[in-house]
């Protein structure tokens, strides 16, 4: 088993979850980043698997298409070593023996940056939800401001 500071009480689980559209060929696949507290690694664990089933919904999209959404699993599961603070490392990866264009291609400048970037629609089958949608149209419609996620 990895190493898991006694007073570790977070954890970040990769949730895979698949979308399918009726009718459409190609499925939509999410790997979702939760945090989650947990006491134990089996506690992280068994909640991370429910947060998972919590993403199994049937909901329509503006064409009237049924979307499904499906969890198929976790990809990983690791401890935040460090307490939840500025600065505090979530997730790290290594890589050895990069050249210098190899490791200069793994910094973007800020316009490249997914925060700073706009929101573009998906490639893929529409998944949106109708209902999510007319809701944000009220809102705006009526002069108040939508919140932010």
Not at 60 to 77: H, M
Not at 96 to 108: F, K, P, T, Y
């Amino acid at each position: 088993m990895a190493y898991i500071p006694k007073d570790a009480r977070w954890y970040i689980a990769q949730v895979v979850i698949e979308l399918t559209v009726a009718g459409e060929s190609r499925n939509i696949v999410h790997i979702n980043h939760l945090l989650v507290r947990a006491d134990s690694p089996q506690e992280a664990y068994e909640k991370a698997l429910r947060m998972g089933g919590e993403h199994e919904t049937t909901y329509l999209n503006a064409d009237k298409k049924e979307v499904r959404g499906r969890f198929r699993g976790l990809r990983n599961l690791t401890v935040v070593y460090d307490a939840l603070e500025d600065g505090a490392e979530l997730l790290y990866e290594e890589r050895v023996g990069l050249s210098q264009q190899e490791l200069a291609a793994l910094v973007n400048p800020v316009e490249a940056l997914a925060i700073f970037k706009p929101i573009e629609r998906s490639q893929g089958p529409d998944y949106g939800s109708e209902e999510i949608r007319r809701e944000a149209k009220r809102l705006s419609e009526s002069g108040r401001p939508s919140e932010e996620k």
